[in-house]
């Protein structure tokens, strides 16, 4: 069984670094084709991807994001990491951590969601 | 601006079949696997269709693509059925996940 739990600050301060952590469970990073991403969802808006990273440690970034995103895996923890610099209230949102299957010749979309963690940016 | 393009709402009385629609393009929908998925009020998304038309869900739904447009299509429709529906898939252009809009459905 797959599940997928974030966690994180609910409120953090503008300009501050936002830290949040995916730990899963029923896969293993270090198993081909395994990947976690994150999603976020502003209130009432559309979903929005964020990053990715593979088994092999590739990563991958929405690029309108990119120079503020970090990424990364504990393997042997079963975590996954994303940091957000600089947040501004636009970056309030409920953040989801995913699982995704990389196969050969094959990028597919999330399949399995974690039940998501609320951030509010204010001061 | 998003790169999948999904009508912001649909409606249908009970019973009736539904189809929402996504407009891509050959960088994504072209040339990748299309997903669906259900987000009902204050929960997460659910995975309804994967690898374009294989079902996660009963078999009131369903999924189709062609070229560069996809579409999920709800049978039977079901009062439960009324909350905001996204199609996602990689983008090779981008390298990365993109989402639609979202489409409401309202049953009336």
């Known amino acids: 069984q797959v599940t997928l739990r974030e966690s994180g600050p609910a409120l953090v301060k503008p300009t501050q670094t936002l830290t949040l952590t995916c730990t899963f469970s029923?896969?293993?990073?270090?198993?081909?084709?395994?990947?976690v991403s994150w999603v976020r969802q502003p209130p009432g808006k559309a979903l929005e991807w964020l990053a990715l990273?593979?088994?092999?440690?590739?990563?991958y970034y929405n690029t309108s994001l990119k120079t503020r995103l970090t990424i990364s895996k504990d393997t042997s923890k079963n975590q996954v990491v994303l940091t957000m610099t600089n947040m501004d209230p636009v970056d309030t949102a409920t953040y989801y951590c995913?699982?995704?299957?990389?196969?050969?010749?094959?990028?597919?979309?999330?399949?399995?969601w974690g039940q998501g963690t609320q951030v509010t940016v204010s001061s | 601006q998003s790169v999948l393009t999904q009508p912001p709402s649909a409606s249908g009385t009970p019973g009736q079949r539904v189809t929402i629609s996504c407009s891509g393009s050959s960088s994504n929908i072209g040339s990748n696997y299309v997903y669906w998925y259900q987000q009902l009020p204050g929960t997460a998304p659910k995975l309804l269709i994967y690898?374009?038309?294989?079902?996660g869900v009963p078999d009131r739904f369903s999924g189709s693509k062609s070229g560069t447009s996809a579409s999920l299509a709800i049978s039977g429709l079901r009062s439960e059925d009324e909350a905001d529906y996204y199609c996602a898939t990689w983008d090779d252009s981008l390298s990365g996940v993109v989402f639609g809009r979202g489409t409401k459905l309202t049953v009336l």
């Open positions: 690898k374009n038309n294989q079902r």
């Open positions: 029923g896969f293993s990073l270090s198993t081909g084709a395994m990947c």
């Open positions: 990273i593979t088994w092999d440690d590739d990563k």
């Open positions: 995913t699982r995704m299957l990389r196969r050969v010749g094959a990028w597919e979309s999330p399949d399995y």
